[in-house]
């Protein structure tokens, strides 16, 4: 049996077109973000701190060489200047570059060497 006939046809109701909003998201008109919302890194750091003086680059060198992974791996650190810019490289027992840190990087280094804010011991 057809039934079509016997059963008006039904029109699903227009769609209304929604008129844009004036004003701008904030998201458009900042590219500098990443995907998820934050701003980069270099970004952040608004506060530009001078250039390391000479002591304080060794100090900071001698601080990498000090941690545990670097003696554990044997890994070295060198620095070198490139255009007027230092760069402090990490480099492994083969010689092979694994890591340059620019200087701006040296500053947010831990130096902190109390055990201040350690909650377990690993020998307990």
Known sequence: MNIKGLIPNINAPEVKAVDRAGRAIQSDSAHDRDANGQ?????????????????????????????????????????????????????????????????????????DDSPRGQLLKRSA
């Open 39 to 111: 701003e980069s890194y270099q970004q952040q750091q608004q506060e530009q701190k001078p250039p390391m003086t000479e002591e304080q680059l060794e100090t900071s060198m001698q601080h990498l060489r000090a941690l545990p992974a670097f003696k554990e791996h044997r890994w070295s650190v060198e620095l070198v200047n490139e255009d007027g810019a230092r760069f402090v490289l990490v480099k492994d027992n083969l010689g092979t570059l694994i890591r340059r840190i620019p200087e701006a990087e040296l500053w947010t280094l831990p130096t």
